[in-house]
């Protein structure tokens, strides 16, 4: 790597807030008892990871992450545990195209093939990854002002419209079924990927880049949660496949409807992000398996992952139970599990040479 950093501050900032909002455009699937708890406590959790990852990068002589696990965990564990990201990554891909697909089958392309739409999405996203990171970098920074805009006017319009004693019922929770942590971190999911990109910037500072970005996309969290249940209510929301996308339906200035296909712009968001955040995850994958076969080019695994994911993806339209359990799970034992380790493995080396 070289001493300069690969991509700016910004450019950091907005892929760390990308990364996430991959699996925030699905969010919320289902609310249940304490969802408000439990999304503050995923974010006040992801923000605490961010601040330790930062700091294992600053104490690190390593600028990659696989190095890093090497230099703090071994050979072996590291292998062994390269080959689970890879494994957990492709799940995430496979996650985020299966709802891209059934959201847009359903609400723009009812006749397109449902074999179609995800063939078309991830040659797309190999395409964009060919030049690493930097060129995903740069093409999120572009598309990012195209993104933000129009996703926190249809929040803005929702919270105009919302009814906020739709909200009490998270307040009150006595009769709402019982939700559980992981389901308020899948908005968070794609943020274990920072950890694959975020040494390859200036490690002074890391740390604001991170937890700017993931308040950013904490903000964003937290406003689909209040528009979503203010607007349809907390049962209503339960029984909507796509919260967000029937929100951008309802939405209006005044007297002015808006709802006649607007649900097409959101749409166009949708997929800008789709293929912005499976790019990242693409290219940690490959990093991950670079880090198992001790390759250097990541390009090596780009297409060969390519018809391993499509048939899974494929196969997860009818049942994503097993994509969604490693998704979830995943997620969990990566930020609150394997990056703590860490950063208490960096600790104990830190101060092992202090006291030498």
Not at 328 to 342: A, E, H, Q, R, S
């Amino acid at each position: 790597m070289q001493k300069k950093s690969v991509f700016s501050e910004w450019q950091l900032t907005v892929l760390v807030i990308i990364a996430g909002m991959g699996g925030m455009y699905f969010y919320p699937e289902s609310f249940g008892r304490w969802s408000g708890l439990s999304l503050s406590v995923a974010i006040a959790g992801s923000l605490l990871v961010m601040a330790m990852l930062a700091r294992c990068f600053m104490h690190s002589s390593s600028k990659s992450f696989p190095g890093m696990l090497r230099e703090s965990l071994g050979y072996i564990p590291a292998k062994l545990i390269l080959a689970a990201a890879a494994i957990y990554f492709a799940a995430e891909i496979c996650r985020i195209t299966v709802k891209q697909t059934q959201m847009t089958g359903l609400f723009l392309l009812e006749k397109t093939p449902p074999q179609v739409i995800p063939a078309v999405t991830l040659l797309t996203v190999c395409f964009i990854i060919t030049s690493g990171i930097r060129q995903v970098a740069r093409t999120a920074e572009l598309l990012f002002p195209l993104i933000a805009i129009p996703l926190v006017f249809i929040l803005a319009m929702g919270i105009f419209t919302l009814d906020y004693g739709e909200l009490l019922p998270l307040l009150t929770p006595d009769d709402l079924p019982v939700g559980s942590l992981h389901e308020c971190l899948s908005p968070l999911g794609g943020i274990t990927a920072v950890a694959f990109f975020a040494g390859y910037y200036e490690k002074k500072r890391l740390r604001r880049c991170l937890l700017s970005g993931m308040t950013l996309l904490a903000a964003l969290c937290t406003g689909v949660l209040i528009c979503c249940a203010g607007v349809f209510s907390v049962k209503g929301t339960e029984h909507l496949s796509f919260p967000l996308t029937e929100l951008s339906r309802v939405v209006s200035i005044g007297n002015i409807p808006l709802n006649h296909r607007f649900d097409i712009l959101y749409i166009m968001i949708y997929n800008s992000v789709t293929l912005l955040s499976a790019g990242i995850l693409l290219y940690c994958c490959c990093i991950s398996l670079c880090g198992v076969f001790n390759v250097k080019s990541h390009s090596v695994f780009n297409f060969l992952l390519l018809p391993v994911i499509y048939a899974v993806t494929y196969l997860s339209l009818s049942d994503d139970f097993i994509v969604q359990f490693i998704a979830d799970w995943g997620k969990l034992i990566f930020l609150f599990g394997l990056i703590p380790v860490i950063y208490i493995r960096t600790l104990f080396r830190k101060r092992r040479e202090a006291a030498a």
